[in-house]
């Protein structure tokens, strides 16, 4: 198949996916999702990666899409001495970086759909571990997010040396997601049913 037209094709599965991902996400009753949540965030702690940072990147759930919601993890990290920051988008750039927030539920949504740290909060220059959200998401490590690409260019700033870490309800694990020009594949991947190491063969 010509190239361009193959990633064209992969491009349009992903949108198809990521259509039927969050549908089907949506449909989970919100007291499902927080008892799934729980179990990830169980699993994330117990995580030695987890276990051993100083410097954890989390993300707010953005609670009418049925997100993981890590909000539990926080305490618990913050509790044994690790500084934790939240993802933010820059307005002119449009670059997402990451900054250390000493209140989450101080962070305000600031015109893309989730919450944010105030833009005078410390930016993160290096991480140990990153927790990304997933829509789907492979044993490859390869995902499925919004399309907007935030992640994907933002990674390879701070991994390696960073652990990245991909959760998603165990649902939302799927065979192989349509790799493209982009990608950046995640090295764990973290589900309220296990845990994967990812294998990028």
Same mark, same amino acid.
């Given at each position: ?12 599965a ?30 994330l ?29 926080d305490?618990?990290?913050?509790? +044994? &001495?690790? %500084?934790?920051? /939240?993802? @933010?988008?820059?307005?002119? #750039?449009? !670059?997402?970086? $990451? ?40 044993? +490859? &490590?390869? %995902?499925?997010? /919004?399309? @907007?690409?935030?992640?994907? #260019?933002? !990674?390879?700033? $701070? ?6 870490v ?36």
């Open positions: 198949m010509d190239p361009d037209a193959e990633a064209a094709l992969r491009h349009r992903k949108a198809e996916l990521r259509k039927r991902a969050r549908a089907l996400r949506s449909s989970i009753p919100r007291d499902a999702i927080l008892e799934r949540s729980r179990r990830i965030q169980r699993a702690a117990e995580l030695p990666a987890v276990a051993a940072a100083r410097r954890v990147a989390l993300f707010y759930p953005i609670e009418d899409r049925n997100e993981v919601d890590l909000r539990g993890l305490p618990l990290l913050r509790g +044994r &001495g690790v %500084r934790v920051a /939240y993802p @933010a988008i820059d307005p002119e #750039s449009r !670059l997402m970086t $990451f900054r250390f927030v000493d209140d989450p539920e101080a962070m305000e949504e600031r015109g893309l759909g989730f919450r944010e740290p105030d833009p005078a909060d410390e930016e993160a220059a290096a991480l140990d571990v990153i927790v990304v959200p997933a829509l789907q998401i492979d044993p +490859r &490590g390869h %995902r499925i997010g /919004y399309g @907007a690409g935030y992640y994907d #260019s933002t !990674l390879p700033r $701070f991994s390696p040396p960073a652990e990245t991909g959760v998603a309800f165990d649902f939302q694990l799927i065979s192989e997601v349509p790799a493209t020009v982009g990608d950046v594949p995640l090295g764990t991947i973290v589900t309220d049913a296990r845990v994967l190491a990812a294998d990028p063969a």
